[in-house]
């Protein structure tokens, strides 16, 4: 899957890239362990990428985002015409790239494009975190469907 339209510093495709890929059900567990996650790849310097579109998600690009390290979000949609406040300055500072490998047609997010943007992200990344994959759940089958790539894989949890 090519890329289909980015924002941002596009230099920072070029750099070593970790996903991270968490399911929408994540036990209360595995939450903390996820910020302290995410506080380490920012304190580390670590270029994330995600779709940081789910709540967790969302609360580990916030740990992220209080460092300078570079970070990727892929969209499971074409790109909005508006950059979310949170994500001004690190655009403004050159460390944000947003990525979509889907036009400005599709305005909506779906489970089909969500899987799409994960397969998209996996593809893109150097190696992939998974937080936490719930059993039988879409990013369970997309490890299973990538674990032949030789791509590291390292999981909290993965059922």
Not at 22 to 29: I, K, N, W
Not at 71 to 97: C, F, H, S, T, Y
Not at 109 to 126: G, H, I, K, W, Y
């Amino acid at each position: 899957m090519k890329i289909f339209a980015t924002v941002g510093n596009n230099k920072i495709l070029k750099l070593p890239k970790t996903a991270f890929l968490c399911s929408r059900q994540v036990p209360a567990g595995v939450v903390l362990k996820c910020y302290d996650w995410a506080i380490a790849q920012r304190e580390a310097g670590r270029c994330i990428i995600s779709g940081f579109h789910s709540k967790i998600e969302k609360d580990v690009l916030h740990y992220l985002l209080k460092g300078d390290q570079p970070i990727i979000v892929a969209l499971a949609r074409g790109l909005k015409k508006r950059l979310e406040p949170e994500l001004k300055d690190a655009m403004d500072k050159n460390r944000l790239l947003i990525v979509t490998p889907f036009d400005e047609k599709i305005k909506r997010v779906t489970s089909e494009t969500a899987n799409r943007r994960n397969r998209f992200m996996a593809e893109l990344a150097d190696e992939i975190f998974v937080a936490y994959a719930l059993p039988g759940g879409s990013i369970e089958k997309l490890i299973t469907d990538i674990s032949h790539t030789g791509k590291t894989i390292s999981p909290f949890k993965t059922g």
